[in-house]
């Protein structure tokens, strides 16, 4: 039986039926589903709606559901369900008859998909702050392990100044937190109830929304029936933070792709992680990388698809909505087979920190220091810039590094050179040199690692709901 058919005289157009069917997709929110319509049943139980014997048959019917689709997947292949909320209803009948049928009394699709929707989202941060989690502890073990080596940093992807190679690795710690944080801000926006918001104006009887938001684990229920049917805005910022965090993953690709260029050859890239091309036989290629980079295209796609969809949308509920699942569903499981992916590539790469040491030692990467130590004699900063300049012009010319320039040779360009510079300039000055919060001077990195692995360690939630039966 369908949920709507009373007032119409010819049945739908085959074709038409078939297509605006969710089913297809939205099965997979039938957990969902069902404990939303769990607490929907007791509320219509203290509404007195129900008898607690019709109570107790519906939970049991529920919970009958849950299960068949759990052991067997066939259960769900169902042509006539035209979503999970007719199925459900469907299902519920044909176990207990038409008790199943007092199940929507006084509720609307419209409240169910939106509360069924900020479910599966929060349910999906919580997942994703495990992953996150996972994928920032095997950057800082990289870090942690990575000691004192050292490393170009780039500005203009042009070598600037040696930086410790944990220093780097703790950027992009950085960027992953921030993406947590804002998954955690968002799942504080998606974590209220809309059940009780009815089809638009609120339910037509007296529904103890507060209880059914707590049994549900939401912190309240949501304010405004008609906003609470119409929004998907923790959908649009869910996915949002999604698209930031696999930019962030395409900024970290992109460098694991050009370090493991022999150009760079700081990385070796793991066999296990790694394809071979067809044709040439010496190659090993980055494909979980550029995979990694280009699934951003997706990720951003979906974003922009959910801005898109309620861009000048009247309120409330319109059926555009229902395009809203598939770009959520494919942004979410994009980014939970990724993260486990790149954390399993970062914890089998190998860093060549002999090369890195190496390169993070020439191409006058110390020049800045160099000023410094003249800032250091008092030569006002604009001037030293411009001796220390003078100073890597004539080590181009004789091809040589800063600190193999002779003193008497320095001292022509400025006189405040002296004796001492040429100690000043090694990678272990250098480093040491930026001794601020957040700087690469060794002490600070350090901090900054333990700060890190505390941070992380304060990631791992728990979803506070059982799911299913
Ligand atoms: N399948 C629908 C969706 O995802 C559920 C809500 C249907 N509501 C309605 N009034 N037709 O949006």
Redesign the pocket.
């Known amino acids: 039986m369908k949920m709507?058919s009373g007032r119409f005289r010819q049945p739908l157009d085959p074709e038409f039926e078939a297509w605006q069917?969710?089913?297809p997709y939205?099965r997979r929110l039938l957990p969902f589903e069902l404990v939303a319509s769990r607490a929907h049943a007791s509320a219509l139980e203290h509404a007195g709606i129900l008898s607690s014997e019709e109570l107790s048959e519906i939970l049991n019917g529920l919970a009958e559901i849950g299960r068949r689709a759990e052991s067997s997947p066939e259960f769900l292949n169902d042509p006539e369900a035209?979503?999970?909320?007719?199925f459900v209803e469907k299902q519920l009948a044909a176990l207990i008859g038409d008790t199943g049928y007092k199940l929507h009394t006084g509720r609307?699709?419209?409240e169910?998909?939106a509360t069924d929707?900020r479910l599966f989202v929060r349910h999906s941060i919580d997942t994703l702050q495990t992953q996150i989690a996972d994928w920032l502890d095997a950057l800082l073990t990289r870090a942690e392990s990575a000691g004192a080596a050292a490393m170009p940093a780039y500005t203009h992807l042009q070598p600037a100044e040696p930086v410790l190679v944990a220093h780097w690795l703790l950027a992009y710690v950085e960027m992953f937190l921030r993406d947590s944080s804002r998954l955690a801000d968002c799942r504080k926006r998606a974590n209220l109830c809309p059940l009780g918001s009815g089809?638009i104006a609120g339910a037509t009887l007296t529904l103890n929304r507060a209880a059914m938001a707590a049994e549900l684990g939401f912190d309240a229920p949501t304010a405004n029936s008609i906003d609470a049917t119409a929004d998907r805005d923790f959908a649009l910022e869910f996915v949002g933070a999604l698209a930031q965090l696999a930019l962030h993953l395409t900024r970290w690709a992109e460098e694991m792709i050009l370090f493991a260029t022999p150009a760079y050859g700081f990385v070796e890239l793991p066999e296990s992680y790694s394809t071979g091309s067809s044709a040439m036989p010496q190659k090993k290629n980055p494909d979980l990388l550029e995979l990694v980079r280009a699934k951003s295209a997706r990720i951003l796609g979906c974003a922009t698809t959910l801005q898109t969809l309620v861009k000048g949308l009247p309120l409330a509920?319109n059926?555009d909505?229902?395009?809203?699942?598939q770009p959520l569903f494919d942004a979410v499981d994009t980014v939970i087979a990724m993260l486990p992916l790149v954390t399993g590539f970062m914890q089998a790469v190998e860093f060549n920190e002999k090369k890195m040491n190496h390169a993070a030692q020439s191409g006058f990467m110390n020049a800045w220091a160099a000023a410094t130590y003249l800032v250091d004699r008092g030569v006002p900063s604009r001037l030293a810039h411009e001796a220390v300049g003078k100073a890597v012009q004539l080590a181009l010319e004789r091809g040589c590094d800063l600190e193999k320039l002779p003193l008497a040779d320095l001292q022509e360009i400025h006189p405040s050179f002296d004796a001492a510079f040429h100690a000043s300039l090694g990678l272990t000055e250098v480093l040491a040199l930026h001794d601020v919060p957040g700087g690469t001077a060794p002490r600070y990195v350090k901090r900054a690692l333990q700060n890190a692995r505390e941070r992380t360690a304060a990631l791992r939630p728990c979803d506070p709901v059982a799911l299913g039966s």
């Open positions: 709507w069917r969710s089913f939205d035209e979503d999970v909320h007719h609307s699709r419209n169910q998909i929707l089809a509920y059926k909505l229902q395009e809203s699942q």
